[in-house]
């Protein structure tokens, strides 16, 4: 034999051999899950809004796509309560609250206190109460106020902080955590 088949012919022998032990890594629990990171085919929201109490369970995104339809239900679910207003909510923002959810390992509904605000209805909550930003990230779809039923409201918190994907507001007195999709701020 040649010195180039030997070449070709052990190559495929070692792939082979990595083949059948990657197989193999199930049988050992905990191995497989450390050796292979397999990032979830579906993403799934929960959500029941605390204000109109709607409830919207989707799936909105699937093997790499965003679902147009299910980005329109959770548009419409995260409209401004008080004026009916729609406005197209950031996909990335849908994304880290899937995220922060799983990393919560928290399976049950998220409870949403505040999607969309209408730059009307931003005004209004300004003027009675200091809390409310003038420029805020809710106006521009890309803020969620939550509380995940059954997580200490301190643990979304920090939780949401670690993953560094935003601004993330604490506010214990009200019962949420307020995340967004902004630069990353603190308060």
Not at 9 to 15: E, G, H, I, Q
Not at 28 to 36: L, V
Not at 107 to 115: C, L, M, P
Request: hydrophobic share 40%.
């Amino acid at each position: 034999m040649g010195l180039e088949n030997e070449t070709t012919r052990r190559t495929v022998l070692k792939a082979g051999a990595m083949a059948l032990a990657l197989c193999a890594l199930p049988a050992f629990p905990g191995m497989a899950e450390a050796a292979i990171h397999h990032p979830p085919r579906i993403r799934r929201l929960s959500l029941r809004n605390l204000h109109t109490d709607e409830h919207l369970h989707v799936a909105y995104w699937r093997e790499g796509s965003y679902d147009r339809r299910a980005l329109a239900s959770l548009n419409h679910f995260l409209r401004d309560f008080r004026s009916g207003d729609v406005r197209p909510m950031s996909r990335q923002l849908m994304d880290l609250v899937h995220d922060l959810q799983g990393r919560l390992e928290h399976d049950g509904t998220i409870e949403v206190i505040s999607g969309y605000r209408s730059p009307r209805t931003n005004r209004m909550l300004a003027d009675y109460s200091g809390g409310v930003a003038q420029h805020s990230y809710h106006m521009r779809g890309m803020a969620m106020d939550v509380r995940l039923p059954g997580v200490p409201l301190s643990r979304v918190h920090t939780a949401a902080l670690a993953m560094r994907r935003g601004g993330v507001g604490y506010y214990p007195d009200s019962g949420f955590v307020h995340v967004d999709v902004g630069p990353l701020r603190r308060w």
